[in-house]
Nanobody
């Protein structure tokens, strides 16, 4: 019911940029908050960004604030994560998730109903 589709992931040098896409199939994001998560090897999953169903509210974890930007395109039923100034510590598998009551605070999240497939982002030093 949801697909992050692997669009945007890949290998990039430190300081570079990537844009991840999260598209919904079978439902629309109109009533759902959408979040981005990442899990680095050997570490717990971390919630890093969220956009509310209205598109007016956003959240960023301290680890990505000022470097990443979340946005939505209602016409394409897609949410994007623009990642700039990438660092080696950003290397992880990135996932998107949607939920009508999804929230993220200090990396912790709840309310996920749908998950996208993960996409690997590797940042080389």
């Amino acid at each position: 019911l949801m697909c992050s589709c692997g669009v945007g992931g890949g290998l990039v040098q430190a300081g570079g940029s990537l844009r991840l896409s999260c598209a919904a199939f079978g439902f629309t994001f109109d009533d759902y908050n959408v979040g981005w998560f990442r899990q680095a090897h050997g570490k717990e999953r971390e919630g890093i960004s969220l956009i509310t169903s209205s598109g007016h509210g956003t959240y960023y974890s301290d680890s990505v604030k000022g470097r990443f930007a979340i946005s939505s395109d209602d016409a394409k039923n897609t949410v994007y994560l623009q990642m700039n100034s990438l660092k080696p510590e950003d290397t992880a598998v990135y996932y998107c998730a949607a939920g009508r009551r999804l929230w993220i605070v200090a990396g912790v999240a709840d309310g996920m109903e749908y998950w996208g497939k993960g996409t690997l982002v590797t940042v080389s030093s």
